[in-house]
């Protein structure tokens, strides 16, 4: 071989690795263990792109270095393979969607395993394999079989519950439960039947059955998480959603909120996120305060307030369009109107409603509450900036303090009462929002603070409401109306839930005729023929949603091929939570808070020794595409040149890259891009067609992906691997630039050169290195090694640059000097790195060689190069002892050829000497 082929080389040592199974790992007691781990992909039909890599390539890094410092390394690759991408395909071609998902799969590891990942691939798990689903429905069940003892303060078996029961009845019980969950005695619950047990039971259970407020898609057919829905539609195909009621399966993840917020200081995890997940959780400090309705007999408007201070300052009520009182405490006369407006507020997403300042609308219920302090009556409007899913879905106006409430009593011309010293005079009251308190009786001359904890006394005693600790935290939705999914582990006996007997998993998902719901609205799964339990009841016609499967994978590659257990004890205690767990923000409050949750489940019922499966974060930041437009005069066919579209009416079109070359349009291939711009005609300017371009995130939709096989195809995977990590720091996002890449290339077609002539002759010799070449050698391995310590993984590649210049300079082809180099490099470029650790004649891979350890004394500097200047300009360096005295320095300087040449045989005036730094003569 004489020249660096690196479409020969990684093909050959990618063979090689697998058919030598150098990346199978196995647990070995006593050696220390290191998990790396990426987050699951979704494996979609138009396959990687080049920004995908990112994460992969700098996971694998750390792996493989992890590895040569001697850890036994765990870095397994999986996929999230429930999807509703593979659904829709279905729907429309009628395929079922394991073949679309099994193509997929094929394609995305043909590509990962193009550019050389250290995965292991005997540990690979899909969500959709039933082997698999199998277990994340056994860990349903045991959140179905389970409840939250608030005195313990973790979940526990579900007898237990029943046992305190029929002891005790619901007295000394400390439990998570729904609020309106009925109080018994003993007597009392061994007189209930079965179905009203089991209905009391589903009241506590973490996995259970209640009415809720969705975000129905009707073209979806199919209810979506909060975090599926952008700006009032689904994230996937931009349909409209709204809200409705609907039987539904949840997670009680808010009796684990406390804990979701306590574990969020235990772990190293990028600020940002962490603040993203205490604000979904949204812990508040305040009061409940009942409202009586006028009229309705023990029927009460419960608040939540952080502000009870201000309660003398409410003049209306606003309920929450959703809010189930609106029905009935809304008038006759204002029936119609209300009934309206609650429709209409569906429409608008939660995101919209609360982000939408500027939007004021609502309308009164006809019905009054009455002051708990002043007993005055208080009108109840609804209004769509209250939200549902937020304290109780109802507030108490405070237009003198509170901006949206001032707005809302500006707009409907409701009463303002000025509770807070200072704002009596001003026009927006609610600019000042602390201060000592006015118009509010018992209250007066108090400051804020004072005024909240009087206040909460004050309604304690008198019955009226409590103190209280509010989470924005809503428990999690777990049921989609969907094929592609899995299957719920749940029979009906007379309507009643009850666990599917644990010998019957994995539940499989059946054939079906169509994957759409049944003509009478039921989900896909009631077309199927026969769907009942092995014991004749019908089954659950819901999956679950797509987090299921990714809410413990992590645990599943622990020991990936257990019939017995979800892990065995030994495997989890082996490889305990992940080291290093690498990924994007935008799983930020949804993957990765169920994750946290499900592992705290599993950790009380004693299933693992930790309670957090992730110990450090790092988000990769994205690579960006260039993308390309052309501007399209509005309704016709016509595409005027960027320098020109400001003389025209034009649209902005993006246009697929692979069109452009700098900029510049190929207008042939354009018309034949499209068949609709077939007869496409354009206004140039210099006989050109000049694009507009953006940078923009990487996606099909912008026609500015960049494939990866192309990049390999034409300059190797360890130029991508190397380049992708070049761009700039990991978490950044940073612009890909084709013509980056070569300089990358050249410089492993260097390294190349150290070791072989032109002729393809190993040139390494076994000569003694020289003291500078240690020294180049050994401040390279600090450097590089600290800095992948830290994941400051671009910065080495420009370490190895220096390096191999420096060699270059030198002549270096030294055994002892390029043998600890080629370690170095392996993580970055393994396809070379083992080429040429094979080249050096080592039979064994280069991924079990032992990390190099740098030298301190090597790194010691003995001398200085001292520029020297004579009256003040710089004429020569001279290279000194940094142990001479001063005194010597002098007559060394003095006696140098350039110095004498440039002092002309004159006595200098001064030598001015500045240890380590400058010599100045002066004549």
Same mark, same amino acid.
């Given at each position: 071989?004489?020249?660096?082929?690196?479409?020969?080389?990684?093909?050959?040592?990618?063979?090689?690795?697998?058919?030598?199974?150098?990346?199978?790992?196995?647990?070995?007691?006593?050696?220390?263990?290191?998990?790396?781990?990426?987050?699951?992909? *979704?494996?979609?039909?138009? %396959?990687?792109? @080049?920004? $995908? =890599?990112? #994460?992969?390539?700098?996971?694998?890094?750390? /792996?493989? *270095?992890?590895?040569?410092? %001697?850890?036994? @390394?765990? $870095? =397994?690759? #999986?996929?999230?393979?429930?999807?509703?991408? /593979?659904?829709?395909?279905?729907?429309?071609?009628?395929?079922?969607?394991?073949?679309?998902?099994?193509?997929?799969?094929?394609?995305?590891?043909?590509?990962?395993?193009?550019?050389?990942?250290?995965?292991?691939?005997?540990?690979?798990?899909?969500?959709?394999?039933?082997?698999?689903?199998?277990?994340?429905?056994?860990?349903?069940?045991?959140?179905?079989?389970?409840?939250?003892?608030?005195?313990?303060?973790?979940?526990?078996?579900?007898?237990?519950?029943?046992?305190?029961?029929?002891?005790?009845?619901?007295?000394?019980?400390?439990?998570?439960?729904?609020?309106?969950?009925?109080?018994?005695?003993?007597?009392?619950?061994?007189?209930?039947?079965?179905?009203?047990?089991?209905?009391?039971?589903?009241?506590?259970?973490?996995?259970?059955?209640?009415?809720?407020?969705?975000?129905?898609?009707?073209?979806?057919?199919?209810?979506?998480?909060?975090?599926?829905?952008?700006?009032?539609?689904?994230?996937?195909?931009?349909?409209?959603?709204?809200?409705?009621?609907?039987?539904?399966?949840?997670?009680?993840?808010?009796?684990?909120?406390?804990?979701?917020?306590?574990?969020?200081?235990?772990?190293?995890?990028?600020?940002?996120?962490?603040?993203?997940?205490?604000?979904?959780?949204?812990?508040?400090?305040?009061?409940?305060?009942?409202?009586?309705?006028?009229?309705?007999?023990?029927?009460?408007?419960?608040?939540?307030?952080?502000?009870?201070?201000?309660?003398?300052?409410?003049?209306?009520?606003?309920?929450?369009?959703?809010?189930?009182?609106?029905?009935?405490?809304?008038?006759?006369?204002?029936?119609?109107?209300?009934?309206?407006?609650?429709?209409?507020?569906?429409?608008?997403?939660?995101?919209?409603?609360?982000?939408?300042?500027?939007?004021?609308?609502?309308?009164?219920?006809?019905?009054?509450?009455?002051?708990?302090?002043?007993?005055?009556?208080?009108?109840?409007?609804?209004?769509?900036?209250?939200?549902?899913?937020?304290?109780?879905?109802?507030?108490?106006?405070?237009?003198?303090?509170?901006?949206?409430?001032?707005?809302?009593?500006?707009?409907?011309?409701?009463?303002?009462?000025?509770?807070?010293?200072?704002?009596?005079?001003?026009?927006?009251?609610?600019?000042?929002?602390?201060?000592?308190?006015?118009?509010?009786?018992?209250?007066?001359?108090?400051?804020?603070?004072?005024?909240?904890?009087?206040?909460?006394?004050?309604?304690?005693?008198?019955?009226?409401?409590?103190?209280?600790?509010?989470?924005?935290?809503?428990?999690?939705?777990?049921?989609?109306?969907?094929?592609?999914?899995?299957?719920?582990?749940?029979?009906?006996?007379?309507?009643?839930?009850?666990?599917?007997?644990?010998?019957?998993?994995?539940?499989?998902?059946?054939?079906?005729?169509?994957?759409?719901?049944?003509?009478?609205?039921?989900?896909?799964?009631?077309?199927?023929?026969?769907?009942?339990?092995?014991?004749?009841?019908?089954?659950?016609?819901?999956?679950?949603?797509?987090?299921?499967?990714?809410?413990?994978?992590?645990?599943?590659?622990?020991?990936?091929?257990?019939?017995?257990?979800?892990?065995?004890?030994?495997?989890?205690?082996?490889?305990?939570?992940?080291?290093?767990?690498?990924?994007?923000?935008?799983?930020?409050?949804?993957?990765?808070?169920?994750?946290?949750?499900?592992?705290?489940?599993?950790?009380?019922?004693?299933?693992?020794?930790?309670?957090?499966?992730?110990?450090?974060?790092?988000?990769?930041?994205?690579?960006?595409?260039?993308?390309?437009?052309?501007?399209?005069?509005?309704?016709?066919?016509?595409?005027?040149?960027?320098?020109?579209?400001?003389?025209?009416?034009?649209?902005?079109?993006?246009?697929?890259?692979?069109?452009?070359?700098?900029?510049?349009?190929?207008?042939?291939?354009?018309?034949?891009?499209?068949?609709?711009?077939?007869?496409?005609?354009?206004?140039?300017?210099?006989?050109?067609?000049?694009?507009?371009?953006?940078?923009?995130?990487?996606?099909?939709?912008?026609?500015?992906?960049?494939?990866?096989?192309?990049?390999?195809?034409?300059?190797?995977?360890?130029?991508?691997?190397?380049?992708?990590?070049?761009?700039?720091?990991?978490?950044?996002?940073?612009?890909?630039?084709?013509?980056?890449?070569?300089?990358?290339?050249?410089?492993?077609?260097?390294?190349?050169?150290?070791?072989?002539?032109?002729?393809?002759?190993?040139?390494?010799?076994?000569?003694?290195?020289?003291?500078?070449?240690?020294?180049?050698?050994?401040?390279?391995?600090?450097?590089?090694?600290?800095?992948?310590?830290?994941?400051?993984?671009?910065?080495?590649?420009?370490?190895?640059?220096?390096?191999?210049?420096?060699?270059?300079?030198?002549?270096?082809?030294?055994?002892?000097?390029?043998?600890?180099?080629?370690?170095?490099?392996?993580?970055?470029?393994?396809?070379?790195?083992?080429?040429?650790?094979?080249?050096?004649?080592?039979?064994?891979?280069?991924?079990?060689?032992?990390?190099?350890?740098?030298?301190?004394?090597?790194?010691?500097?003995?001398?200085?190069?001292?520029?020297?200047?004579?009256?003040?300009?710089?004429?020569?360096?001279?290279?000194?002892?940094?142990?001479?005295?001063?005194?010597?320095?002098?007559?060394?300087?003095?006696?140098?050829?350039?110095?004498?040449?440039?002092?002309?045989?004159?006595?200098?005036?001064?030598?001015?000497?500045?240890?380590?730094?400058?010599?100045?003569?002066?004549?």
């Amino acid at each position: 071989m004489k020249a660096y082929t690196p479409a020969e080389i990684e093909k050959k040592w990618q063979q090689y690795w697998e058919e030598q199974q150098v990346y199978r790992v196995q647990e070995v007691p006593g050696k220390p263990k290191y998990y790396v781990l990426d987050m699951f992909p *979704y494996p979609s039909g138009a %396959g990687l792109h @080049v920004g $995908h =890599p990112l #994460g992969y390539i700098a996971s694998d890094i750390i /792996a493989r *270095y992890k590895r040569h410092k %001697g850890y036994n @390394v765990l $870095h =397994p690759m #999986g996929f999230d393979s429930f999807g509703l991408p /593979a659904e829709q395909y279905a729907i429309q071609t009628g395929q079922h969607p394991a073949i679309t998902t099994e193509k997929n799969i094929a394609r995305y590891k043909e590509q990962l395993r193009s550019i050389g990942f250290s995965y292991d691939w005997s540990r690979q798990v899909r969500t959709s394999d039933p082997k698999y689903y199998k277990w994340t429905q056994w860990i349903f069940l045991q959140l179905f079989g389970s409840w939250y003892n608030k005195q313990t303060d973790k979940a526990e078996p579900i007898e237990t519950l029943v046992a305190h029961f029929e002891k005790h009845g619901t007295q000394h019980l400390n439990a998570h439960c729904n609020e309106d969950t009925p109080q018994f005695t003993a007597q009392e619950w061994q007189s209930f039947d079965e179905r009203k047990k089991q209905e009391i039971l589903l009241d506590y259970r973490l996995a259970y059955l209640d009415d809720m407020t969705v975000n129905w898609c009707p073209a979806l057919g199919m209810v979506l998480s909060n975090d599926e829905v952008k700006d009032g539609v689904s994230e996937r195909g931009g349909h409209p959603v709204v809200k409705k009621k609907m039987r539904q399966w949840a997670l009680r993840i808010t009796a684990y909120a406390e804990r979701l917020l306590e574990g969020l200081e235990r772990i190293d995890w990028p600020e940002a996120v962490k603040e993203m997940q205490h604000n979904w959780i949204g812990k508040s400090f305040g009061a409940e305060v009942k409202f009586p309705l006028q009229g309705k007999e023990h029927l009460f408007i419960k608040v939540f307030t952080t502000r009870i201070d201000t309660i003398f300052g409410v003049t209306f009520l606003v309920l929450a369009p959703e809010h189930e009182l609106v029905e009935r405490i809304t008038t006759e006369e204002q029936r119609n109107e209300v009934l309206a407006y609650v429709e209409e507020a569906k429409n608008r997403s939660e995101r919209d409603r609360m982000s939408d300042v500027k939007h004021v609308s609502g309308v009164f219920t006809g019905a009054y509450a009455t002051h708990p302090f002043t007993g005055k009556p208080i009108p109840v409007w609804v209004g769509d900036y209250v939200l549902a899913g937020y304290g109780t879905g109802a507030v108490m106006a405070v237009p003198s303090s509170d901006d949206r409430d001032f707005r809302f009593a500006k707009h409907f011309g409701l009463p303002i009462i000025p509770v807070i010293e200072g704002t009596e005079a001003l026009e927006d009251p609610t600019q000042i929002k602390h201060g000592r308190l006015i118009n509010s009786d018992f209250l007066n001359g108090l400051d804020w603070q004072s005024a909240i904890e009087k206040a909460i006394e004050e309604i304690e005693k008198r019955g009226l409401g409590r103190r209280r600790v509010q989470y924005k935290l809503r428990d999690a939705v777990f049921a989609r109306q969907r094929y592609w999914g899995e299957p719920i582990p749940i029979e009906y006996r007379d309507g009643i839930p009850y666990p599917l007997d644990e010998q019957y998993l994995p539940l499989e998902l059946p054939p079906v005729d169509k994957y759409l719901p049944t003509e009478n609205g039921d989900p896909p799964l009631g077309r199927a023929e026969n769907w009942v339990s092995p014991n004749g009841y019908p089954l659950e016609l819901n999956t679950m949603p797509g987090w299921a499967g990714s809410s413990w994978y992590f645990l599943r590659y622990c020991d990936p091929h257990n019939d017995e257990r979800f892990a065995s004890p030994e495997a989890i205690d082996y490889w305990k939570n992940v080291d290093l767990y690498i990924g994007g923000t935008e799983h930020a409050v949804g993957h990765l808070l169920y994750a946290r949750f499900w592992t705290k489940f599993l950790y009380d019922r004693h299933w693992l020794p930790f309670d957090e499966p992730f110990q450090k974060l790092v988000n990769q930041g994205m690579i960006q595409g260039r993308s390309n437009f052309v501007y399209r005069i509005k309704n016709t066919n016509t595409f005027v040149s960027y320098g020109l579209k400001d003389q025209y009416d034009t649209v902005p079109m993006h246009v697929d890259i692979s069109l452009v070359n700098n900029d510049v349009l190929d207008t042939e291939a354009f018309r034949r891009w499209r068949p609709d711009l077939a007869d496409a005609e354009f206004i140039l300017e210099d006989g050109k067609y000049i694009c507009g371009y953006e940078i923009e995130k990487m996606s099909k939709s912008r026609h500015n992906v960049v494939n990866p096989d192309d990049i390999v195809a034409e300059y190797g995977a360890d130029t991508l691997r190397l380049y992708e990590m070049f761009l700039g720091p990991l978490e950044h996002s940073k612009p890909w630039n084709t013509h980056g890449i070569d300089g990358v290339y050249r410089f492993l077609r260097k390294v190349w050169n150290l070791f072989f002539d032109e002729e393809g002759q190993l040139i390494v010799n076994d000569e003694a290195p020289a003291k500078e070449e240690l020294k180049v050698l050994h401040q390279t391995i600090k450097r590089v090694s600290e800095d992948i310590e830290r994941l400051s993984l671009n910065t080495p590649v420009s370490s190895f640059m220096v390096l191999v210049n420096e060699l270059q300079r030198l002549k270096c082809h030294k055994r002892a000097i390029l043998e600890p180099f080629v370690v170095l490099l392996s993580p970055y470029a393994p396809h070379l790195a083992e080429e040429l650790w094979h080249a050096l004649g080592h039979s064994s891979s280069v991924v079990d060689a032992p990390y190099p350890e740098y030298n301190e004394s090597y790194l010691v500097e003995d001398s200085f190069e001292y520029p020297v200047s004579i009256n003040g300009k710089m004429r020569t360096k001279i290279t000194l002892p940094l142990d001479i005295p001063k005194e010597e320095i002098e007559k060394v300087v003095l006696q140098n050829e350039v110095v004498q040449k440039w002092v002309d045989g004159k006595t200098p005036k001064k030598v001015i000497i500045v240890p380590k730094r400058i010599i100045n003569i002066v004549v």
